[in-house]
Nanobody, 122 residues
Framework: QVQLVESGGGLVQAGGSLRLSCAAS????????MGWFRQAPGKERELVAA???????YYGDHVKGRFTISRDNAKNTVYLQMNSLKPEDTAVYYC????????????????WGQGTQVTVSS
């Protein structure tokens, strides 16, 4: 059974940084695409960033130049480094895994984590 467990969320001031981690288990991590999504209260879930099994990345326009997605296949973990945070980045951040990179880019995934809250104060 696939499990995705996020960590690293919290409260930070605008302009600050956080690094989210997502530990995966249940199947061979290096074979799967990973993504980070977020959902703010009253808003739809949106893709933040995605990474192929081979390392190619994709970013939503709203985080380009500020956020970096990476993966450590030896640790079965995907990361989201978030810099220059803004109050509008406040949301629950979810980790996701899918066999297809294109599925994550389209907004879907086979498996989801429980989410971690990120709150950016002004």
């Amino acid at each position: 059974q696939v499990q995705l467990v996020e960590s690293g969320g919290g409260l930070v001031q605008a302009g600050g940084s956080l690094r989210l981690s997502c530990a995966a288990s249940g199947r061979t991590f290096r074979n799967y695409a990973m993504g980070w999504f977020r959902q703010a209260p009253g808003k739809e879930r949106e893709l933040v960033a995605a990474i192929r099994s081979g390392g190619t990345t994709y970013y939503g326009d709203h985080v380009k130049g500020r956020f970096t997605i990476s993966r450590d296949n030896a640790k079965n973990t995907v990361y989201l480094q978030m810099n220059s945070l803004k109050p509008e980045d406040t949301a629950v951040y979810y980790c996701a895994q899918d066999s297809l990179f294109s599925s994550i880019i389209s907004g879907g995934a086979e498996y989801w984590g429980q989410g971690t809250q990120v709150t950016v104060s002004s």
